[in-house]
């Protein structure tokens, strides 16, 4: 899995929603270091936490997953 492609995204609509990154953690439940990991692609997000930022977003899993992901 490239988890650069999962950071991306969630940046994208991390910035498209208009949060920040330390609002975004904190809703989420999560450490800023954790989060800025995820969105630079060093650290996969679990599914908990996939589920957490879809739900604060606004977004489906689907629109979250890269496409390549969705095609396997």
């Known amino acids: 899995m490239e988890t650069d492609k999962w950071g991306r995204r969630i940046r994208a609509f991390r910035k498209l929603k208009g949060f920040t990154q330390e609002g975004l953690a904190k809703e989420i439940e999560i450490s800023v270091s954790v989060l800025g990991e995820i969105?630079?692609?060093?650290?996969?997000?679990?599914?908990?936490?996939?589920?957490?930022?879809?739900?604060?977003?606004?977004?489906?899993?689907?629109?979250l997953t890269p496409q390549e992901e969705q095609d396997e």
């Open 39 to 63: 969105e630079r692609g060093s650290r996969l997000p679990s599914e908990p936490v996939l589920e957490k930022i879809s739900e604060i977003l606004g977004v489906s899993m689907e629109e």
